[in-house]
């Protein structure tokens, strides 16, 4: 076994990555996605790449079936155990914050109705002590109606059960012995041991209502892998960034809910790490969305909770911004006025270039039409596009705008470029981050064509084009470490603090972690973990989590004292201020295990010869330049925009006045042009 391969499934496009570890060549390819059965676009890709699955040492995987069944409302039916008493929790949910002016706000609607919520008698105080003992009957009762009207899963919260499990663990078993395996039975304090009520019953329903769907598509793809030859396990990227294999990821499936655009963030962490770069941004523009995301410090922006849809997740998730923008998006006009997306024209029909019957126009016709794409060359060579369908459609929009056909398909590019320019700055400005600090990594099958241009908005001056930029997202999952997060409820004020029982409770949970690493496979020496807290002045209800040499730092001198001055720096570099003379206090213990596989040392191919490339006109700023067509395979050192670059799975855009040069990585360096 010598090849180690890491696979995308997008909207339009399944993408591959295949790392031969005896040679260090690396290769990609991409196969159509198979909305009806994601299966068969999946071993389509891997054949362009493997020729037998039995040679593969390690593979990886990123699943929007989750997040899919969300998006599409398509999940499971799930039925609601609360406890007595906190039946309306998640009907209430939290009060509108962020938006307490819109006049047109609406809470996004329950994925569990009011019907479909039972109570379970007994009860918890805050610290953990039975009030009452669970009344199992009235679990039994649940189990019965669960089974008799076909429901497909079974939430439980119950109140305080973060900070003593039992009555859930106990309401756990009374449901798997009535319904079996057929029915999927989540507890709330195994998917977010953590305090708030809603939030905790709402990462419960979003594992119920995305896990049947998660996991019998993880089985499916087990099994046919197995038969295929398939010798080791299938891992999955979960949306916090690590890899789990595929058993873990079944159990615990709302850790897979990003699983598909985290790839790219970790692609750009390495790419940072190769660059020697501390922070940069990651956008991937693919058929269908535009993901952007950063890169701080080297490390990928991680927040302890996020909101996917307007619901609450209480789990570790990289801060991803998505919009409906990419190469599939459909151009209309609206009130005499030019939009472009949200709605794509997907893999079938896609646009109307691809000749599957598509007839509307979208962004990638737009680029066909402006001499961008080189048609005869599209995706390596895989598809011809056909430039009359390209040039028809987008004709027949700008008859019904009343503008010259190339110059609404300038317009298309550009609508498009702003709206993906603003979603970087709903991360970085919004957020206090200038993002001329920052160079743009762009990747995806549409990227590399627009990054020039969205940088060119920002003021970045700096973008990169790293290898194989259409399946950069697969290669990024070659790079990412096995990931176990773990919580444990931490409430003490300063003046309460224990330091040494502190350091205990660490080391328990390091000793934890590292377990599950071994679980997971992680030889020893490649196993380490991280330690952080959660902390807040008195008084504040939300924290920032800080993080901690190692889990015996409490207990050496001075550790309050420098935990607090670390806290007063986070609060001032996010709000602006802070008052290091309050006093704080701890709410959560938070440890992070990590486990290493060894990196793809990537051999960069020397440039080939090649003849002189194809020349031909591109529209820029609604002028005509004569523009080479190049290869990427045979491009070293610098050269000058205009200049459209073609490779395997992606076409970058160099316009004038940018300067591109080729680092020792083989990514593609673009000075913009201000």
């Not at 909305?35 to 891997?46: N, T, Y």
């Not at 701080?296 to 570790?316: I, T, W």
Request: charged residues 25%; glycine residues 10%; hydrophobic residues 40%.
């Amino acid at each position: 076994m010598s090849f180690r391969v890491a696979m995308d499934i997008g909207g339009t496009f399944t993408d591959v990555v295949c790392y031969d570890e005896r040679t260090g060549a690396v290769t990609a390819s991409k196969a159509p996605t198979t909305p009806g059965d994601l299966a068969e676009g999946v071993f389509s890709a891997l054949a362009r790449v493997v020729d037998d699955p039995s040679r593969i040492s390690f593979f990886v995987h990123g699943t929007t079936q989750g997040l899919n069944a969300l998006l599409e409302r398509k999940g499971a039916r799930v039925l609601l155990l609360a406890g007595e008493g906190a039946r309306d929790v998640y009907q209430i949910a939290r009060g509108n914050r962020d938006r307490m002016f819109d006049l047109r706000y609406r809470k996004p609607e329950p994925l569990v109705p009011r019907r479909d919520v039972m109570e379970a008698g007994g009860r918890l105080d805050y610290r953990g002590r039975e009030l009452a003992p669970l009344d199992e009957e009235s679990v039994r009762a649940a189990a019965r109606r669960a089974r008799e009207e076909g429901f497909d899963a079974v939430a439980v919260c119950l109140l305080f059960s973060y900070v003593d499990p039992a009555h859930e663990l106990r309401a756990g078993e009374i449901l798997r012995e009535e319904l079996g395996d057929g029915v999927l039975v989540v507890l709330s304090h195994e998917v977010a041991r953590e305090w708030r009520e809603y939030e905790r019953t709402s990462s419960a329903v979003l594992e119920a209502y995305t896990g049947p769907v998660v996991r019998g598509y993880l089985s499916r793809i087990e099994q046919r892998f197995a038969g295929r030859g398939l010798g080791v396990p299938v891992h999955v990227m979960q949306s916090s960034g690590g890899l789990v294999n595929a058993s873990y990821a079944m159990r615990r499936p709302l850790q897979t809910l990003l699983s598909g655009p985290v790839g790219g963030t970790m692609g750009g962490v390495a790419a940072a790490r190769l660059l020697g770069r501390d922070n940069v941004i990651c956008v991937d523009m693919g058929g269908t969305s535009f993901d952007v995301s950063l890169v701080v410090n080297g490390r990928p922006d991680v927040s302890a909770e996020a909101r996917v849809e307007g619901y609450p997740v209480l789990m570790p998730i990289v801060n991803l911004h998505t919009i409906g923008a990419g190469g599939g998006s459909i151009a209309y006009a609206e009130a005499g006025a030019l939009r472009v997306g949200p709605e794509s024209a997907g893999a079938v029909p896609g646009p109307a270039c691809y000749g599957r019957g598509g007839t509307r126009p979208t962004v990638t016709d737009a680029n066909v039409v402006l001499g961008r794409v080189d048609p005869a060359w599209f995706a390596g060579g895989l598809m011809t596009l056909d430039v009359e369908a390209a040039r028809t459609a987008v004709s027949g929009l700008a008859a019904e705008l009343g503008l010259d056909p190339v110059r609404l398909a300038e317009g298309i590019c550009d609508v498009a470029n702003a709206k993906m320019a603003q979603a970087i700055r709903t991360l970085t400005v919004e957020h206090g981050v200038e993002p001329r600090e920052f160079a743009l990594v762009a990747f995806g099958g549409a990227g590399a064509m627009h990054a020039v241009f969205i940088a060119r908005e920002l003021g970045v001056s700096e973008v990169v084009v790293p290898r194989f930029p259409g399946a950069f997202s697969a290669w990024g999952m070659l790079e990412a470490d096995v990931r176990r997060d773990l919580t444990l409820p931490y409430f003490r004020p300063q003046d309460d603090l224990d330091a040494a029982d502190l350091s205990a409770r660490l080391a328990a949970l390091e000793r934890e972690a590292l377990d599950a690493l071994a679980g997971q496979g992680v030889p020893e020496e490649r196993r380490r973990v991280e330690h952080a807290l959660d902390m807040r002045y008195e008084g504040q209800d939300y924290t920032l989590t800080i993080p901690l040499r190692d889990a015996a730092e409490p207990a050496g001198p001075g550790f309050l004292e420098r935990v607090a001055a670390r806290y007063a720096d986070a609060h001032t570099a996010r709000y602006g201020h802070a008052t290091p003379e309050a006093p704080v206090e701890f709410v959560m213990l938070r440890s992070t295990g990590f486990g290493s596989f060894p990196r793809a040392a990537a051999t960069v191919p020397p440039a080939p010869p090649e003849a002189a490339p194809a020349v031909r006109d591109v529209v820029f700023d609604g002028v005509p330049h004569r523009t080479p067509v190049l290869r990427r395979s045979a491009l070293d050192g610098s050269f000058h925009g205009p200049a459209v670059v073609v490779e395997e799975t992606a076409t970058t855009v160099v316009p004038p006045g940018c300067l591109v040069t080729v680092d020792d990585n083989g990514f593609l360096i673009v000075k913009v042009d201000q």
